[in-house]
């Protein structure tokens, strides 16, 4: 028998230490490189908002194969050089097969790895990820009576323990079997940034995929080649992922002392950022099958009923520093 986010975290280190991962499903700098520029220009504009310095880290967690971050840096070396040119790269990441992969995506960038958080360098940071936070274990609480039960995994499948009350999650109003989770390592990541950015000069931007309000139900789930799999057979072999609880993680941040933006539904977003201009300029040039892709990528990410408002836009930054692009009121 195994807490959930133990299973989690062991089928999911496998998972990425051995798989491609996106063989099995594709993610939003995978499908334009728009994606990536935009979000580039976003952390130039937010360092123009905290005051220019230099050096500046711009950091990624959880950089998958690197797209993110060669398209942000070509956009930002084209369009905002002063900021390209105090900019140090630093990934989160820990897996040694995508490290290898990010390293071939950005030969130029010398970038450095950590394991975490905590080994970043001191000093003023930008930072992005992308679908970083929903591959982080969580764990699940059901109300039980007047207390709370916590699942466990036993031969691929779910066993129920009585929690220790201490445990139990603060969520107040759930009805008998409904489900509570929590997922720490998100909110130790973002109390981690939203403390630094309290002492020294930073904004975030995380993207990520969770609804407006938690479901009260499990939100486990694991995708093979493209398709829905069972989550607790065969750990390692599928990528499994959470709801993201942009509303626990706002608050996390706050009371660690950052001023904190959205979430924000990504197609709103990506439209305020200039994503279908961009988009528009860079289709105008290609054959028209090239300019069709384009489009289509650009409404994959931004309509509402595909990508562009599960997927949400949380940002946080130091105190007293301006509104970051696309978030002002
Ligand atoms: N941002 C990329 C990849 C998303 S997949 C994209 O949008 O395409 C999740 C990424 O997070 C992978 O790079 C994975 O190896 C990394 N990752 C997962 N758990 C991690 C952890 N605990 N610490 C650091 N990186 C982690």
Not at 247 to 265: D, E, I, K, S
Request: one cysteine or more; charged letters at 20%; hydrophobic letters at 50%.
């Amino acid at each position: 028998m195994e807490r959930l986010d133990r299973f989690m975290a062991r089928a999911n280190a496998a998972y990425y230490a051995t798989r491609d991962p996106f063989a099995d499903f594709t993610t939003a700098p995978e499908i334009s490189q728009v994606f990536g520029e935009i979000l580039g220009l976003w952390a130039a504009v937010a360092w123009q908002g905290l005051g220019c310095p230099a050096p500046v880290l711009l950091a990624e967690a959880g950089p998958g194969r690197g797209t993110l971050m060669a398209d942000a840096l070509r956009a930002i070396r084209a369009v905002a050089p002063d900021f390209g040119a105090a900019l140090a790269v630093h990934l989160i990441e820990t897996s040694p097969r995508l490290r290898a992969l990010q390293a071939a995506a950005l030969p130029d960038a010398a970038p450095v790895w950590h394991e975490s958080l905590d080994t970043l360098p001191a000093g003023p940071l930008l930072l992005l990820a992308n679908e970083f936070l929903d591959a982080l274990p969580i764990r699940q609480f059901v109300r039980r009576g007047a207390g709370w039960a916590e699942r466990f995994v036993a031969g691929g499948g779910i066993v129920e323990r009585p929690a220790v009350a201490t445990d139990g999650p603060d969520a107040p109003g759930l009805a008998e079997g409904e489900v509570a989770e929590i997922c720490a390592p998100a909110r130790d990541f973002v109390a981690g940034l939203a403390a630094r950015f309290a002492r020294v000069p930073g904004a975030a931007l995380l993207v990520d995929y969770g609804p407006e309000a938690p479901g009260h139900a499990s939100s486990l789930q694991a995708i093979r080649a493209g398709a829905p799999a069972d989550p607790l057979a065969a750990p390692g072999a599928a990528d499994l992922t959470a709801h993201v609880d942009f509303a626990a993680l706002a608050g996390v941040a706050r009371a660690a002392g950052a001023a904190v933006h959205g979430p924000l539904a990504q197609g709103v977003l990506l439209g305020r950022l200039g994503f279908g201009e961009r988009t528009a300029r860079l289709a105008r040039g290609q054959p028209p099958d090239k300019a069709a892709l384009l489009d289509s990528a650009a409404r994959r990410l931004t309509a509402p009923y595909r990508m562009g408002r599960l997927f949400k836009a949380l940002a946080l930054c130091s105190p007293g520093s301006p509104p970051p692009p696309g978030f002002a009121a």
